[in-house]
């Protein structure tokens, strides 16, 4: 066993037997942690392979061989725990290659999508996932980081090359909507209030037509846009409302002379005197300037009634002192009289022969010529009123 100096022998043997006792401590330990699985199958084995080696080389007192034998019957355990932990592994494996499969159809889903601000964000996200995630077979794993790799960059790629292109939009927009704003300037002291108003529409359709530019500048460019539109406006609205007020002046001087004129004109009794009174109405009424705009219509309805007044007053006239017109007039009264007698004549002469029927119906004829010949008659009194 070995020597122990300056120590009896119960001393030493009880050194040896101590050595022996430690073996067997670390033997139990080994034995509960592999039955308890603290330790993995190949640190067990390599556990099992040391002890195995410093019993069979210990100077120490005690059933060395037991423990042996002990270490010898914990193979049939690791085996087991060995198989587990393959199966393990293989799970592990599996569900890996699994959610790496899933991370990189999510890669390439993204890839191809138009995402440029949430894919950001999920992009980082997916590679913290991947990097906590276990390797798995070489040739699998390096395939899947290609993949999500690629589909990455090619992300990239397209983003940097979107945001190039709205870059280059909004540039463009920013230098359409300046030229708009130098126009305003131009043109936000005019007093040609209906061309500049129109042309400030068509600055506005061109305003939306120009797109935006980056957030900041779009929203300073249109406060100085809104800015020149508003100066323009403020100063149409106040002429407008300094024109109003002369407007209201002449409409209620108008419709004063209106008044007047209806009062004194019509209804028309003096043909010559009413068309007097109506140039002399039209020049007062033409000294005033314009009027409201919904006042014009209803003036200009009321100053066209007075004037078909003596237009037909006029016409009236005419058709009474016209020579020709009392002629046609005497020579109808005088053709239906006529008329009227021959057939009385024809009547009378089919009633002499008893032809009934045929008086009848001549003497309905001598009515409908009578009625005719009382209109006519009418129409040639007027004719002789006028001459009365």
Same mark, same amino acid.
């Given at each position: 066993m070995g020597q122990v100096p300056d120590a009896d022998p119960a001393e030493a043997l009880a050194f /040896?037997?101590?050595?022996?006792? *430690?073996?067997?401590?670390?033997?139990n330990l080994l034995s509960k942690r592999i039955e308890s699985g603290t330790v993995s199958p190949e640190e067990a084995r390599k556990a099992v392979n040391a002890l195995s080696t410093s019993i069979a080389e210990a100077n120490a007192v005690g059933d060395l061989d037991g423990l042996i034998v002990t270490l010898q019957g914990l193979a049939p355990q690791?085996?087991?725990? $060995?198989?587990?932990?393959?199966?393990?592994?293989? $799970?592990?494996?599996?569900?890996?290659? =699994?959610?790496?499969?899933?991370?990189?159809?999510?890669?390439?889903?993204? =890839?191809?999508?138009? !995402?440029?601000?949430?894919?950001?964000?999920?992009?980082?996200?997916? +590679?913290?996932?991947?990097?906590?995630?276990?390797?798995?077979?070489?040739?699998? !794993?390096?395939?899947?980081?290609?993949?999500?790799?690629?589909?990455?960059?090619t992300y990239t790629r397209r983003r940097k090359a979107?945001?190039?292109?709205?870059?280059?939009?909004?540039?463009?927009?920013?230098?359409? @909507?300046?030229?708009?704003?130098?126009?305003?300037?131009?043109?936000?002291?005019?007093?040609?209030?209906?061309?500049?108003?129109?042309?400030f529409r068509q600055?506005?359709?061109?305003? @939306?037509?120009?797109?935006?530019? *980056?957030?900041? &500048?779009? !929203?300073? +460019?249109? #406060?100085? /846009?809104?800015?020149?539109?508003?100066?323009?406006?403020e100063a149409r609205s106040?002429?407008?409302? *300094?024109? !109003?007020?002369?407007?209201r002046e002449n409409l209620t001087a108008k419709q004063s002379l209106l008044d007047e004129a209806e009062a004194t004109i019509v209804p028309v009794t003096d043909v010559k005197t009413a068309r007097d009174q109506f140039r002399d109405f039209l020049a007062r009424?033409?000294?005033?300037? @314009?009027?409201?705009?919904?006042?014009?219509?209803?003036?200009?309805?009321?100053?066209?009634?007075?004037?078909?007044? &003596?237009? =037909? #007053?006029?016409?009236?006239?005419?058709?009474?002192?016209?020579?020709?017109?009392?002629?046609r007039a005497s020579d109808t009264v005088?053709?239906?009289?006529?008329?009227?007698? @021959? +057939?009385?004549k024809q009547a009378d002469d089919a009633e002499a022969r008893g032809d009934l029927k045929k008086a009848q119906k001549t003497r309905e004829s001598i009515k409908t010529y009578t009625e005719w010949l009382n209109q006519a008659t009418k129409a040639l009194d007027e004719f002789s009123g006028n001459g009365a």
């Amino acid at each position: 066993m070995g020597q122990v100096p300056d120590a009896d022998p119960a001393e030493a043997l009880a050194f /040896f037997v101590r050595r022996f006792e *430690a073996l067997e401590t670390e033997v139990n330990l080994l034995s509960k942690r592999i039955e308890s699985g603290t330790v993995s199958p190949e640190e067990a084995r390599k556990a099992v392979n040391a002890l195995s080696t410093s019993i069979a080389e210990a100077n120490a007192v005690g059933d060395l061989d037991g423990l042996i034998v002990t270490l010898q019957g914990l193979a049939p355990q690791l085996a087991a725990a $060995q198989e587990a932990r393959k199966a393990q592994r293989a $799970q592990q494996n599996e569900e890996t290659r =699994a959610a790496k499969e899933a991370m990189v159809e999510q890669a390439e889903k993204l =890839a191809a999508g138009n !995402d440029w601000r949430g894919g950001v964000n999920r992009f980082r996200a997916l +590679l913290d996932e991947w990097k906590a995630l276990p390797r798995i077979d070489r040739a699998t !794993d390096d395939e899947l980081w290609h993949r999500f790799s690629s589909a990455r960059t090619t992300y990239t790629r397209r983003r940097k090359a979107q945001f190039a292109s709205e870059n280059e939009r909004r540039d463009g927009a920013r230098k359409a @909507k300046e030229a708009i704003i130098a126009r305003a300037r131009e043109i936000a002291g005019s007093t040609d209030w209906s061309d500049t108003a129109a042309e400030f529409r068509q600055l506005m359709n061109q305003w @939306k037509a120009a797109g935006g530019a *980056a957030r900041e &500048i779009d !929203d300073a +460019l249109w #406060a100085e /846009f809104r800015g020149l539109q508003d100066q323009f406006f403020e100063a149409r609205s106040a002429a407008f409302s *300094a024109e !109003d007020d002369e407007f209201r002046e002449n409409l209620t001087a108008k419709q004063s002379l209106l008044d007047e004129a209806e009062a004194t004109i019509v209804p028309v009794t003096d043909v010559k005197t009413a068309r007097d009174q109506f140039r002399d109405f039209l020049a007062r009424y033409n000294e005033h300037g @314009k009027v409201p705009r919904d006042a014009i219509r209803p003036l200009e309805n009321r100053v066209r009634a007075l004037e078909h007044a &003596i237009k =037909a #007053a006029e016409d009236d006239e005419w058709r009474r002192t016209d020579p020709e017109a009392r002629k046609r007039a005497s020579d109808t009264v005088e053709m239906f009289t006529t008329q009227i007698e @021959k +057939l009385a004549k024809q009547a009378d002469d089919a009633e002499a022969r008893g032809d009934l029927k045929k008086a009848q119906k001549t003497r309905e004829s001598i009515k409908t010529y009578t009625e005719w010949l009382n209109q006519a008659t009418k129409a040639l009194d007027e004719f002789s009123g006028n001459g009365a």
